[in-house]
């Protein structure tokens, strides 16, 4: 059997293997020693090895930004009628007993589950005037919990349609898309003034009121 050293010496007597040997030397593992990287971690001309950059600092986990230190999320998606029935309380110690680092709570979606006041903002029928989320968000910050408030806008109510039929999402014959769920409900446009204007404004007064993160 021919073997890779008989094969490139026979070669280099006829000279046709002279670039097959170049490439099959290159393939040989680095046989020389890291004394022939200089200092400044470049190759030296014999050499064949890379000096590795340095170790990265270890970071303090105190002096990085809460959300880089987060592990365990808790959510509840709220119904319309939990305010009248939840103990505000218990679902706190719930999740702090599970040893959430941050709690999401729901503050807006078909429903409001604060007094707003932002026109079309509607509050849920069993709230009665009642603050439900700035207790949860009181709740959990009294347990040292981290507060997301949680929005989901992808829906509203009639009146809001009939008020501002650009906030409609349609279908291709210019009819109003409606949930599937509740026919009461219209799909909302994201490249509409609902998402220019109306949801902002909600976070503006979210913000306001709250002392959420």
Not at 78 to 98: L, Q, R
Not at 131 to 140: I, N
Not at 150 to 158: A, E, I, K, V, Y
């Amino acid at each position: 059997m021919l073997n890779r050293r008989s094969f490139l010496k026979s070669g280099l007597t006829t000279g046709a293997a002279l670039p097959l040997a170049s490439a099959l030397n290159g393939l040989e593992p680095a046989s020389r020693s890291a004394s022939h990287v200089d200092s400044a971690g470049s190759q030296s001309p014999e050499g064949s090895l890379v000096a590795l950059p340095h170790r990265i600092a270890s970071l303090s986990l105190a002096s990085q930004p809460w959300q880089q230190r987060v592990r365990r999320v808790g959510q509840t998606n709220m119904t319309e009628h939990d305010p009248a029935v939840m103990d505000v309380e218990a679902w706190a110690e719930y999740w702090h007993a599970a040893k959430v680092d941050v709690i999401f709570v729901s503050v807006t979606g078909i429903l409001a589950f604060y007094p707003s006041k932002v026109p079309f903002h509607r509050p849920g029928r069993f709230l009665h005037g009642r603050d439900f989320f700035g207790e949860c968000v009181a709740a959990a910050k009294k347990r040292g919990m981290r507060v997301v408030a949680r929005m989901s806008p992808d829906l509203n109510w009639q009146d809001a349609c009939d008020a501002h039929p650009e906030w409609a999402m349609r279908n291709q014959d210019g009819s109003v898309q409606h949930s599937q769920e509740d026919p009461r409900l219209f799909k909302t446009c994201m490249f509409s003034t609902y998402m220019d204007l109306y949801v902002p404004a909600i976070m503006r007064e979210i913000n306001s009121l709250y002392d959420v993160d």
